[in-house]
Nanobody
């Protein structure tokens, strides 16, 4: 069984920073792509940033230059450093990982962590 556990969300003022973490645990043989998504009520979930196991990254246009995704393969952890936060970044952020576990490859999701940007 595989679990993804996020941490690091919270309330921050506009212009502030937060760092999200997502740690994968369980019967993991290999982790491929890892990504962060976000969703606000009434809207579709959107991809924020993704990183391959080779370190290639891509970002949503709305966060490019402000957010940085990284991963520590030894810790099975992906991070999202969020700087210059704006009220429109308020959302539930969830991590996603494509994981080879025992005999299958599946997509796994974390439970989500709330990020609120407000003065």
């Amino acid at each position: 069984q595989v679990q993804l556990v996020e941490s690091g969300g919270g309330l921050v003022q506009p212009g502030g920073s937060l760092r999200l973490s997502c740690a994968a645990s369980g019967s993991i043989r290999s982790i491929y792509n890892m990504a962060w998504y976000r969703q606000v009520p009434g809207k579709q979930r959107e991809l924020v940033a993704a990183i391959t196991n080779g370190g290639n990254t891509n970002y949503a246009g709305s966060v490019k230059g402000r957010f940085t995704i990284s991963r520590d393969s030894a810790k099975n952890t992906v991070y999202l450093q969020m700087n210059s936060l704006k009220p429109e970044d308020t959302a539930v952020y969830s991590c996603n990982a494509r994981i080879f576990s025992i005999a299958t490859i599946d997509n796994y999701w974390g439970q989500g962590t709330q990020v609120t940007v407000s003065s």
